[in-house]
């Protein structure tokens, strides 16, 4: 009798295991709802030796009756030569895509460890990983976050053990709104399960992520109560906040002015300027008189358009002929396949310091992304090696790179109003946005003139402010920046928080 006891407690462990994990003895490919694995480490950080702790796991997403729906990946590094944590700040970070892993923040900017890449962050072999010597974990601890699909993050099966219709799937998970709101919940928990309520909370999103944390500043204040100190938009999305027609014609000129500057397609007299001389003389000309200009349409006469179009090919490096024969609104795709065609190169979409070869001189389009092969050379076997090697995550998982999450749901996206409205109710609440100047997807002029329509009222611009590079998408691929970005994180972490005794309030 007490031997079938044991053999009935024996089947109802096993099968509890296999719930809770939704892994087989013999099938390790499943996901695993609810895992930690932790590991201790040491670094080096603007010369300073500090002690962390890194916990790599995963975390469930619940529906409304409880019942696990998703496990999100992340990994958390956590200071340990400290005596306390509650008054240090917790920087959450996502990436976008949408369908992205947290890779590239995770580890290329932010995170203790960083690519091997050169100091211009073109890829070198062997592929790995190496001191992050500019990391802001010295001030703050981080958690990267992969949303469903991305990493090693999947939707799970429902209660009959069948996995959700593709429309079931895109109405919990995939788009803007849905989006938003399980991280939401899956923040709560985490904050939750890891005592830090307390802690001064910080979120950081690049690209897509902009859209998502922005949303998330409200979404966090209304169905959490969780308010934070901070929101950092690396190389922003549009937010919601439209930029069509001649505003989006117009806000190309200044990254094409900038990439045409580093490639030295410019007049002698425009090269001999700093980046940042040459910049002052064309945003004042974009918003001053190319944005009227576009705005006119076939309208303008022919003396103005002559006068633009001149102007435009100084500052772009393209010919007056090819400004005229574009009605002065210049394609982002033809500007890269067209710069440097008489060197029969086109330059990167996301960082245009990268050049790509077309089987072709001719055409309207490059065949392929320059910058974007280059990064997967040095970012997919790094991340792999990475969780795996240093910080004992094994699993026969595939690491979703790019995950499948589309069709994506856009519709109804208010995250620019959101963040507007987060930053009105919560007085602590600062934004910093942060894009690099030869960043041809979600260029840095867009990023300034979102920040400009953010708050039309003025009444908070003192609490945003805008950092920019001289490099691409991700620019702290590029080791000044790396050092520089993640500077003005930490200078805008320390004048974020409040002072002791200083309230809330207006």
Not at 138 to 158: E, K, M, Q
Not at 220 to 231: A, T
Not at 411 to 431: C, D, F, I, S
């Amino acid at each position: 009798m007490k031997y079938r006891a044991r053999q009935l407690i024996a089947v109802v462990c096993a099968v509890s295991i296999s719930f809770f994990t939704l892994a087989e003895e013999n099938d390790e490919r499943k996901p695993v709802i609810d895992s930690k694995q932790t590991s201790e480490h040491s670094t080096k950080i603007n010369g300073k030796r500090i002690k962390y702790k890194a916990t790599t796991g995963t975390q469930p997403v619940w529906n409304e009756e409880g019942l696990p729906t998703a496990s999100l990946f992340y990994t958390y590094y956590q200071r340990t030569d400290i005596d306390s944590n509650t008054k240090r700040p917790l920087l959450i970070s996502f990436n976008g895509g949408p369908g992205s892993a947290s890779v590239w923040m995770h580890v290329a900017y932010t995170g203790p460890k960083v690519l091997n890449v050169d100091d211009e962050g073109y890829p070198l072999q062997p592929y790995g990983v190496k001191t992050n010597p500019y990391s802001v974990l010295d001030v703050a601890d981080i958690v990267f976050v992969n949303p469903v699909n991305t990493g090693y993050s999947r939707v799970l099966p429902n209660k009959e053990g069948k996995m959700p219709s593709k429309e079931e799937q895109k109405k919990m998970f995939f788009g803007v709104n849905a989006d938003v709101k399980y991280l939401a919940d899956w923040i709560s928990t985490f904050v939750t399960r890891n005592n830090r309520w307390r802690s001064p909370k910080y979120l950081i999103g690049e690209s897509y992520g902009t859209t998502r944390v922005s949303g998330l500043a409200l979404e966090l204040q209304r169905r959490q109560w969780m308010y934070v100190n901070g929101v950092i938009l690396v190389s922003p999305t549009d937010i919601g906040i439209k930029r069509d027609g001649p505003v989006k014609a117009a806000n190309r000129l200044p990254y094409f002015a900038a990439t045409a500057w580093y490639h030295k397609a410019l007049s002698e007299e425009l090269q001999q300027l700093t980046l940042q001389d040459l910049l002052a003389k064309v945003e004042p000309f974009t918003v001053n008189d190319y944005l009227p200009a576009l705005a006119k349409g076939g309208f303008i006469s022919d003396e103005e358009k002559q006068v633009i179009a001149e102007r435009v090919a100084k500052y772009s490096g393209l010919s007056i002929d090819e400004v005229l024969n574009n009605n002065l609104d210049i394609e982002n795709s033809y500007f890269w396949k067209e710069l440097l065609r008489n060197r029969k190169y086109t330059v990167g979409r996301l960082d245009s310091r990268y050049l790509g070869i077309d089987e072709k001189v001719a055409g309207s389009r490059p065949d392929y992304n320059a910058e974007l092969t280059s990064w997967l050379h040095s970012f997919t076997p790094a991340i792999n090696y990475y969780l795996r090697e240093e910080l004992n995550y094994v699993t026969d998982l595939k690491y979703n790179m790019f995950g499948n999450v589309h069709p994506w749901d856009r519709t109804k996206n208010k995250t620019g109003e959101n963040l507007r409205l987060a930053m009105a109710q919560n007085p602590y609440l600062n934004v910093m946005l942060q894009s690099g100047y030869f960043d041809g997807a979600t260029n840095y002029f867009d990023a300034k003139y979102t920040m400009w329509q953010l708050d039309p009222s003025g009444l908070m611009k003192e609490r945003l402010s805008f950092k920019g590079y001289e490099s691409g998408h991700m620019m702290y691929l590029r080791r000044q920046d790396l050092k520089d970005a993640n500077q003005d994180i930490r200078d805008f972490i320390k004048q974020s928080l409040p002072t002791e005794g200083e309230a809330a309030k207006y």
